[in-house]
């Protein structure tokens, strides 16, 4: 069985008042630098065989601390990349909070996407054919990567449907687990810290 560790990039000032979306230049913060070498120490026990990250800075800086302690390259995967916002790219969250796309957005997520940007379904089609094609290789990958790329990820695994997807909490920092195989898929842990995460791979 194949072991997938999906971490979200740690703090970065932007999270609690801006929709960042593929924004250049937003890299972590002093809180979700020290975040990630605590990740890093915490995972670094597990057997990982590849380390994987979207392309934006603030997912790679979180994956570089675990990779110069395991000596093991990161790979860029644009599979993993931030769900693409479009024309909200750059707004707040006070700024979009009037908009009935913005509200259609939180309550219709099966459906529904911003001007210029994603649907869910398509971020969840790209995730799992490239989950499909790394399946094929027994062992345990780190992948670096955003909360409603992650959500997605763990939804369509679980059956909840995408207009349920809020429910899903995953916070910056945190780790959730899959085990797949050709047969079966196994939701291991959820929004997990990486010692949490790390006694599931190793229980």
Not at 33 to 41: I, K, M, N, P
Not at 75 to 89: C, I, K, R, S
């Amino acid at each position: 069985m194949t072991g997938f560790l999906f971490i979200r990039h740690t703090a970065h000032d932007l999270i609690p008042t801006t929709i960042s979306g593929r924004m250049p230049g937003v890299h972590l913060n002093q809180t979700g630098r020290a975040a990630a070498e605590g990740l890093a120490e915490e995972l670094a026990s597990l057997p990982i065989r590849r380390i994987l990250s979207g392309p934006l800075e603030r997912a790679r800086e979180t994956a570089e601390p675990l990779s110069r302690k395991l000596g093991i390259d990161v790979q860029t995967a644009a599979e993993f990349d931030e769900l693409a916002t479009g024309e909200w790219t750059g707004l707040t969250f006070q700024q979009l909070g009037s908009r009935d796309d913005w509200k259609q957005w939180n309550t219709f997520r099966s459906a529904a996407h911003s001007p210029g940007g994603e649907l869910m379904l398509e971020v969840q089609l790209r995730v799992v054919r490239k989950l499909l094609e790394l399946r094929k290789d027994d062992g345990l990958t780190a992948i670096f990567s955003h909360g409603d790329v992650i959500r997605a990820t763990v939804a369509y695994y679980l059956g909840v449907p995408l207009d349920l997807f809020l429910r899903i909490a995953i916070d910056p920092g945190s780790v959730t687990f899959l085990q797949i195989d050709d047969r079966s898929v196994l939701v291991r842990c959820v929004n997990a810290s990486g010692a949490d995460a790390a006694r599931r791979v190793l229980g």
